[in-house]
């Protein structure tokens, strides 16, 4: 599998965000007129969110080139996995919690589907004679890549708490050859 340059630092992206340190929901309504104005803000138990990061800050903490970085920042905001806001006071947080963000999140939102065979989905490729098998082996590929993907999260990852499948596969010394 390829990871393009774009997903990795959409994941690291992500990662800085939840790492961020967090705020109170009053913190951020005091912010935001509009929110402490609304009923449901007035109501609502006090609650932690993650902070607003500005850009520059992810561009510097993981070496991101700016102008790469704002294609991925809009990129993830098409997506709904971050909210933005304008000005000086302005930058990004996460849409939703981190452990709600899976890495097969990442990557569907900034390449696509997580397996695709000549840019279809598997089930779509059909092969003539000899290869018609070959459909169901791209299947299984899609169906590993998805064990894995879709069960760790950007806060797996950003707590260091990976889970226990991540770690039994990375401890068998094959997992780390070269082929």
């Given at each position: 599998m390829h990871i393009t340059a774009k997903v990795?630092?959409?994941v690291r992206t992500l990662l800085?965000?939840?790492r961020a340190p967090r705020v109170s929901?009053?913190?951020?309504?005091?912010?935001?007129?509009?929110?402490?104005?609304?009923?449901?803000?007035?109501?609502?138990p006090v609650i932690t969110a993650a902070a607003v990061v500005k850009a520059d800050a992810i561009?510097?903490?993981q070496r991101i080139p700016p102008k790469v970085l704002e294609t991925v920042l809009a990129e993830l905001r098409r997506a709904d996995l971050?909210?933005?806001?304008?000005g000086p006071d302005g930058g990004y947080w996460l849409a939703r919690p981190a452990?709600?963000?899976?890495?097969?999140?990442?990557?569907?939102?900034?390449?696509?589907p997580l397996a695709s065979v000549r840019g279809q989905r598997p089930e779509d490729v059909n092969y003539p004679g000899a290869a018609e098998p070959?459909?169901?082996?791209?299947?299984?590929?899609r169906v590993n890549i998805r064990a894995v993907l879709e069960n760790v999260s950007i806060d797996d990852i950003a707590q260091n708490r990976l889970p226990g499948f991540v770690e039994a596969l990375t401890e068998?010394?094959?997992a780390w050859a070269r082929r």
């Open positions: 990795d630092y959409a800085e965000i939840a929901q009053l913190q951020i309504a005091a912010e935001v007129p509009a929110l402490d104005a609304t009923p449901l803000a007035q109501a609502a561009a510097t903490a971050v909210i933005s806001r304008r452990a709600e963000i899976s890495i097969a999140d990442v990557i569907r939102a900034i390449e696509g070959l459909q169901r082996v791209w299947i299984a590929l068998d010394p094959g």
